[in-house]
């Protein structure tokens, strides 16, 4: 009689303990995966910074290139080594031969 009760609640007990771990187990996933989001809305964020960063150092290094082309061919202009139709076209006359 002794090993019924005894069986009986050793049986409740592994009940218990699995309906626990499908808890746990459940939680967890879903914790996951809301970590996944939350790790990719991150990453998404740091990608369009980057971006962002790098379009503005772009256009700073277009700009910095244009003010030192017009410097310099003001210089040439005022020292009368410009040739005004090549100063006219695109490019300020700087074309390599290919």
Known sequence: MADVST???NKRL??????????LSVFMAI?????DNIVQAMQK??????????E????RIKLH????SLSELRLMESTGNL???L?????GGNTKPT
């Open 83 to 85: 040739d005004k139709s």
């Open 65 to 68: 290139l244009d003010e030192n």
């Open 31 to 35: 914790s996951k995966i809301k970590d």
């Open 56 to 59: 503005y150092q772009a256009v």
């Open 87 to 91: 100063a006219a076209k695109p490019g």
């Open 7 to 9: 069986e009986g609640s």
């Open 45 to 54: 964020a740091k990608s369009e910074s980057v971006d962002a960063w790098a």
């Open 14 to 23: 592994n009940n218990l303990v699995a309906v626990t771990v499908v808890i």
